[in-house]
């Protein structure tokens, strides 16, 4: 089966709604709308509604960004500046406790180098206090940072190499960035999702072994996000359900067409989807062609955001120059 | 209207068979299997096959390379040597003659950068046989590069910018490379074209004015291409088409859902996929996950065909050599 | 003989200062003290100073910047507004011109990238003007851009290709941004050299095939240009005449020893330093280890100047808006 | 004082040489001059070895390339075969051992990002042999790697990360790659050494904390490394030390002026060169003009090398096909 998913628990909240036309019990939404963003916060109570969005209990937020921001200095620094309100509402940082801030992805293949990005305009500063402790301000917290590569690369399971750092170098936090996949092409490049669940690949399928979560490092794991990439499954997937919704919007609800609409299941879909996307599936990627700029501006405003939320001593102009 | 298009006349061909399921007058097959790859002759030779594959009058010879050769150094060889081969086939070049190579395409956006990419690896010689002859041997051919951006980026049409060079320099052909889009995605940055037409951005529709060809440049013009992205409408496309072929043939060909089915035009799927991947529609693509690595091994195997092509007094060594 | 040189105007002068211990009959210095920035005019009114200098008769403004200042936007941002302002010094700007910028140099050798990088950054807007001129607001004026390759890269002598488009586009004025030579280690990266002068490989040699200057092209022509090198023979040098000062002033004006000192002549130099360099001599080049960092700082800074500078009509923050 | 210093055992062993004109006792030099290169194993027997060249106890072997052979294929195709000889003769490889490639050095700074490009071409295989051993040849053996980033940008010592990694996966050999610097123009991008002596920073200085080795890590651990760079300092060094030569060969060796030339010590010079290089000292570097290119086609050659040195059941045409 083609799995069409989603790693943004607001768009599983969105679908899961739009099949079943109802709320799910254990899933608390709460939506802001800001002056440069709309946030929603998804919040997993329980078991059900762990099963049923897909996503592990805890808290998700989503900031949506304006279309076309990327260059506006001002707007960015606003959304930093939510992103750096909510890591510090999912994690507890006193100024004594080191940071470990990991950027998942393949910095080689520009929509999954969003991580490895980030952790390049992270102020690092774990060395500095260690080695210099004078040259640098005491309310200055100890930073530090590792893009790991991706399986394919380095035939380590990224967990494997985050865990080893965690066991040798004991921080007292761990923000992982990751590029996402979203549902919606809308949500491309627009979306942050922060969450204090860890990222769990293949979440719901039970591989308990690759997830990146308080429960495999034993620290606090903040998980930040950004749908760079729709899969061409999603979009094959999509185009299909439409042209099969507008049919058997014609239809009479009686006649042998509907049955024979509503009758064709996942099975039969995903032989449709291979047929099409043949013989790529699993690695055909739909990104907007300017891709290779946007990942730049979205990884400044998340490490300014990270910076902020690490070092609240520091006012905004400072943490910009040092974020480069 | 959604212009679901090919830049390949072997695919146009093909998309004419399918629909019409016929042969057209004025067009011109020649298939031939070799070890390494698989051509095919497109030769449209009257007004007929210009209008109905929407390409002008001319010869197209289409390169389908094996899956998964990108790093096998002998394939790649191979396949330069028939690039070479069918330049020569195209374009006259005695010693005498100058050519000059033009990378179109936009070198920040690693699709399109395929143009760019292959002017790097040409060897460069014009300056070498102007201003220290005596250190070059007699038989090696003058030939300079450009790779002069895109309309967005430098706000000239980029005919322009060849023609003012083509004005100022006088060389006796050109040889243009650009990335090109495909309706298959089984072609994506698999197949080769080589044509003697030029490029016709928006063929058929008559937009003479952007032209890069022999009539507007005053000299030959090659064009050479592949297809490394298809946009993300054709997939769309062919998902709606597929659905609807599928359902068509469970239907009673009297029933009023065999009537709807069919008459479901070309103005519906335009409504259906604009809403499937509003906001973006134009610029949204479709890509392998590994484009960042295919491009520089496909650059280098055209840019190995056109030495190969221009300096034959050379053998594949010494081109090798020359070709970073 | 290696040659020593710079291509700072301010330069040549604190040299020619140096070894002659007077000021020259035909240059006039005017240093200005700046919050962000030494501004530094250097006005070259004769033959005189021309030759003396080795620069051609005209104006070139240095604009010093502070140690360390990459990140810190406040302060980009005042060197950009100071660029701006001297750029319109010497260039004459109304509404109707259409103004083309050129970013000369490697873009794949870094510290020369930075031509290419600036002209990234341009807001481009002829096509805008030309196509869809009701898009945009009547007092944004036209401008574009090319960055033409390098003659080892393309075959073309650069002064080619500026000169065949600005015959077929017509621009009113031409902007040259350059990556410099410069005599001091302390310059690199800090100074920015604006002049009405063009641009002159080898000036003073006469090889006036290859200006790119007012007279050349026919129209007005300002040249940018930052050192971000020193060549390593201008190590070299430094070290000898530093080693030789030092005895010197031990040595006792009567002896054989100091007249040995003050005898070493160019040629003899020359030989030590080819010694030194053997086998790179004319392409060793020192650099600041972080420079693949600063480069892109420094084109943003001078992007944003000169987008002050063509569009009076935008604020600040609209130009930042648009300069990526 | 400045430290002019080498990290290739067979220059330190040609300065020592050559200042104090006597062999060492302890270090066995063995020269073999090959069609394709030229190879000079150093091996430091004991302690007095040690002490006076400054590198640790155990063998160094060097690859003399020739001039300008970077994009000839057959003779990179030779050096590799040579480099993966000598990494055989330095660690035991047989079939079950599981080997870590560790590419030390900064991704972003071009000079220092050999050792991350070699991980980048290297086959890749221990999650293969891992997760689905039946798609794998049995004698094909399991090989990982990371490139771990520098101090500056993690904030972590590079040995603190490779040691749990170490400790994690429990590799049974280590192979690190890294750029160097060398004390000589003439073998920057041309010379290879292997040794099994680990990379120890600032050797001789007895700082064990940061030493990549057999005793820090607890396996074997194979350095190669490659001279990208000079230190400016050791241009304007060697340029002092010149001129002071040719000046003494004039003197009259009872002169004041040759007690004068031959009392400049280390201290005075020092402060000559920070007089030269003043503001940058540290990170000021040489590099011949066309490094961007050069490192990549020195990676692919290491990196062929490595794999044939742990694959020895692959041919040469598998390996380069799976070396990218």
Redesign the interface.
Known sequence: MINVRTDLAVEANEDYKKVHKREIDGVIINEEEGESAKITEVKITNQEGSVKLGKPIGNYITIDMP?LT?????IMDDVSEIVGKYIRKLVDMDSEKTGLVVGLGN????P?ALGPKV??SIM?????KEVMPEAIDDDVR????????V???????TV??I???V???HPDFVICIDALASRK??R?NRSIQISDTGISPGAGVGNHRLEINENSLGVKVIAIGVPTVVH?AT??????D???D??AS??NKD???YK??TK?DKEEKSI??K??????IG????????V??VID?LAKIIAVGINIAIQPNLDL?EI?????
């Open positions: 279309e990327m260059y506006d200095g001002e910095r080689q293949v520009t999954d952790t390049d690092v500063t774990r060395h500095l100890p930073v530090c940072t590792i893009a790991p590569g399986l394919g690369i380095t035939g380590i399971e494997e190499i865990k080893a750092l066991e040798k170098i092409i809308q491309v061409a979009i094959a997937n999509d185009s299909i439409l042209v099969i507008n049919l014609y239809a006649s042998e067409f024979l609409l064709i449709l989807i047929e099409i996307l043949n013989p790529f690695d055909l990627i739909v990104t907007p062609k300017e290779d700029y501006s102009e910009n120059k040092f974020t480069n």
